[in-house]
């Protein structure tokens, strides 16, 4: 059986990337979450009222040996099932000025972001590439390629995150692998909550935030076999701020 892993899917984007993947391809769904099980329980809810299927999988995607602690138990029992589709979503932030940002700022922002996609793609791909088969996402963001003043830790792991993914997909192109990044803008959630939206939406030609729903299904293209020939992209979803 074919599934997909979302990391962060408890909430937001995550939340709704796992609902719609169930949703429109039929995987089953491993939902990750770090700290928040009564969330990660919602989505899994959401996903079976939608008439899908999945779990829920704990792990710190910045720990390393968590990551591979928590994927080797699962694998041990489900070895008829295969993480075809790999979401790197989960993210943070803490935003401030360089001058004055504490070193705990940078290296959580990094480490979530970067050695959590080191550390889930390094260890879901060797399945990938031995089945020849696989799509690996990465969530990205508008301050990965823009930069963002304020967000310096966010703009390079985000920035990281792109050059990986390029790097990645010449890597494993040969074996039908995928590697894509989204790059969104303003997306209503939890992330974005204590912004002030009436004023930053003017910066936006479309006037409005995006939904986490709109990138879910820009993800869930990514993901299809329609998607195919796409590699090595990093696909913009902002209303137009920038591209
Ligand atoms: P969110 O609502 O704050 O949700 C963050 C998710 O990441 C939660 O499910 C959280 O799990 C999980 N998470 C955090 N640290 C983790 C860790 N160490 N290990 C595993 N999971 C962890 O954020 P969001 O807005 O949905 O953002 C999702 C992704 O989109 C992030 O990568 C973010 O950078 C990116 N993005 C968001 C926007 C936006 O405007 N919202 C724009 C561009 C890019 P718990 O519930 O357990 O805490």
Redesign the pocket.
């Known amino acids: 059986m074919n599934c997909a892993l979302v990391?962060?899917?408890?909430?937001?984007?995550?939340r709704a990337i796992a609902v719609q993947l169930a949703i429109d391809h039929g995987l089953y769904m491993l939902v990750?979450?770090?700290?928040?099980l009564q969330?990660?329980e919602e989505t899994l809810a959401a996903i079976a009222s939608n008439g899908g299927q999945g779990e829920i999988i704990h792990?710190?995607?910045?720990v390393k040996t968590e990551v591979d602690a928590a994927l080797n138990d699962w694998k041990e029992k489900n070895n008829d099932k295969f993480i075809s589709v790999l979401v790197n979503?989960?993210?943070?932030?803490r935003d401030g000025l360089l001058m004055w940002m504490p070193e705990n700022d940078w290296d959580d922002v990094m480490n979530?972001?970067v050695k959590?996609f080191y550390n889930v793609t390094q260890h879901v791909i060797q399945q990938m590439l031995r089945k020849r088969s696989g799509r690996v996402v990465n969530?990205a963001?508008?301050s990965g390629l823009k930069g963002v003043a304020g967000q310096t830790n966010y703009s390079a792991a985000k920035g990281a995150m792109i050059a990986a993914t390029k790097a990645l997909a010449q890597e494993v192109a040969k074996r039908k692998i995928t590697v894509n990044a989204v790059a969104?803008?303003?997306?209503a959630?939890?992330?974005?909550k204590d912004l002030n939206e009436d004023e930053l939406k003017q910066m936006v030609p479309m006037n409005r935030f995006g939904s986490?729903e709109e990138v879910a299904h820009l993800v869930s293209f990514l993901v299809s076999d329609k998607a195919g020939y796409i590699t090595g992209e990093v696909i913009n979803i902002n209303g137009g701020i920038y591209s």
Do not use: C
Not at 32 to 36: L, Q
């Open positions: 990391t962060g899917a408890s909430r937001g984007l995550g990750n979450y770090a700290s928040n969330a990660a792990f710190n995607v910045q979503n989960a993210g943070i932030t979530i972001s959590g969530i963001s508008l969104p803008g303003f997306i959630s939890d992330m974005t986490a």
